[in-house]
């Protein structure tokens, strides 16, 4: 079956820091990848999304390239924000093979300080 | 536009007890989708309505859950009796119907949050 690993949090880090959160997956299909955020008392959001192999999402200043060949979907940002504090989950669906329902990572917690 | 809504936002309730869930859908999305998080853990995807055809229901934990979506608007997730494995938060989620091949976004709701006591 379908199935998603993130590296776990929290992450901490300081304002203008690098941020990278790791995500693999493992897919009998050809999935489509994204990645979704939920900010404090808030729903999940789409942040951003990539449907085909070497296909880069970016949303924000976040980015994550679709790697089949790793079978991998990082999120990065080059500078974070105390404003980019909030849950992050990775996810996967495969339509192609009549599976649209989304398959989630465990979510990172992501904690910017000033 | 109105995007998905849920109610309650919380929902305190004793073992053994009803709940109902409602999930208001973005108008027009044929699809409706119903996930939950249990104790921080991954949001689990429980089941697809089409309209108000089931379309995929290998999610669902057990036949203490029951969901329906009549008239294909609305839908609604009911517990009972609820157990304390049942507590976490529960999302819907829907998207327009862009045919098999094509990729829609799935736009969340806020989440209800249910504690079984």
């Known amino acids: 079956g379908n199935s998603v690993t993130q590296m776990e949090g929290p992450v901490t880090l300081s304002e203008e820091a690098f941020l990278t959160i790791n995500c693999t997956y493992t897919?009998?299909?050809?999935?489509?990848l994204f990645w979704y955020v939920q900010y404090p008392g808030e729903g999940l959001q789409l942040l951003l999304k990539?449907?085909?192999?070497?296909d880069k999402g970016s949303n924000k200043g976040f980015e994550a390239t679709y790697r089949k060949e790793t079978t991998s979907f990082h999120l990065e940002k080059g500078s974070v924000q105390v404003s980019d504090s909030a849950v992050y989950f990775c996810?996967?669906?495969?339509?192609?093979?009549?599976?649209?329902?989304?398959?989630f990572g465990s979510g990172t917690r992501l904690q910017v300080q000033p | 536009e109105a995007g998905v809504t849920q109610f309650p936002s919380h929902s305190v309730i004793e073992k053994g007890q009803t709940v109902t869930l409602r999930c208001d859908p973005i108008s027009g999305h044929d699809n409706l989708y119903w996930y939950r998080r249990v104790m921080g853990k991954e949001i689990k995807f429980l089941l697809h309505?089409?309209?108000?055809?089931?379309?995929?229901e290998s999610g669902m934990p057990n036949n203490r859950f029951l969901a329906e979506r009549t008239g294909g608007t609305y839908s609604t997730l009911k517990v009972q009796p609820a157990e304390l494995e049942d507590s976490g938060v529960y999302f819907c989620a829907s998207s327009p119907n862009l045919g098999t091949l094509r990729e829609e976004t799935q736009y969340f709701g806020p989440g209800t949050r249910l504690l079984v006591l």
């Open positions: 897919a009998t299909g050809y999935p489509s």
């Open positions: 309505f089409v309209k108000e055809s089931k379309q995929d």
């Open positions: 990539a449907t085909k192999a070497d």
């Open positions: 996810a996967l669906s495969d339509p192609r093979a009549g599976r649209r329902a989304l398959t």
